[in-house]
């Protein structure tokens, strides 16, 4: 069965380093998306991709934040200056539709940031 | 006013016993409705979908929706102890783009 992958699964930084986090999306899908989630917290939406541009950003998707699909499969989100805030499970989803089937979710990469 | 809401739990339910879990909803416009299971430190994985008012049903789990009071439900019948899980329900308002909001989670124990 067709999975959304991501990697790392834990990348550890320091606070102000720039970190790149990769996902690959099923390969029909056509809507990208990156989703965070502070531990214990709720899962928040970042940003949303289609077209091989950006659908839609959140008030967290700030100029630090960017998104690149670089190539056919890829799918990033780079984190120019990490905060400790940034700390988190981030999510990369992707959708065959807009409305239809919902998000399918990769295992996520943990970011610690110290 | 969050945009989707539920009642945090914890949930516990005896082994065979159906789970109950609840979730409103704040835009009218809403409308496609998802419920996913997390198990501590995973990804959301997606357990059903629904659109219309009604039930929806998929082996042990049915989806229940009910627009004109904003309300979505999940019944799990003859629930296992691998149900035991945080259960997060999704709305999509495509009037507002294509963000799917969810709510912060029902967190459920079966008991053997």
């Known amino acids: 069965e067709p999975e959304v992958t991501q990697t790392p699964s834990h990348q550890v930084t320091q606070m102000g380093q720039e970190v790149i986090l990769r996902c690959v999306p099923i390969?029909?899908?056509?809507?990208f998306y990156w989703y965070r989630q502070i531990l214990g917290q709720k899962v928040e939406f970042l940003v949303s991709?289609?077209?091989?541009?950006?659908?839609?950003k959140s008030e967290i998707f700030d100029d630090q934040f960017s998104v690149e699909r670089p190539d056919g499969s890829n799918f990033t989100l780079k984190i120019r200056s990490t905060k400790l805030e940034d700390s988190a499970m981030y999510f990369c989803?992707?959708?065959?539709?807009?409305?239809?089937?919902?998000?399918?979710f990769g295992p996520g990469t943990r970011l610690t940031v110290t | 006013q969050k945009e989707v809401e539920q009642n945090s739990g914890p949930l516990s339910v005896p082994e065979g016993a159906i789970a109950s879990l609840n979730c409103t909803y704040s835009?009218?416009?809403?409308?496609?409705f998802f419920w996913y299971r997390q198990y501590s430190g995973k990804s959301p994985e997606l357990i059903m979908f629904?659109?219309?008012?009604g039930d929806k049903e998929d082996g042990r789990f049915t989806a229940q929706l009910n627009k004109a009071s904003q309300y979505v439900s999940l019944l799990i019948r003859d629930s296992q102890p691998s149900d035991s899980a945080t259960y997060l329900c999704?709305?999509?308002?495509?009037?507002?783009?294509?963000?799917?909001?969810f709510g912060t989670g029902t967190s459920l124990t079966v008991i053997p």
């Open positions: 999704a709305v999509n308002r495509r009037m507002t783009g294509n963000q799917f909001y």
């Open positions: 991709f289609y077209n091989n541009e950006i659908s839609e």
């Open positions: 835009d009218r416009g809403s409308q496609s």
């Open positions: 390969s029909n899908h056509l809507y």
């Open positions: 989803a992707s959708s065959v539709t807009l409305l239809a089937g919902g998000l399918l």
């Open positions: 629904i659109y219309s008012n």
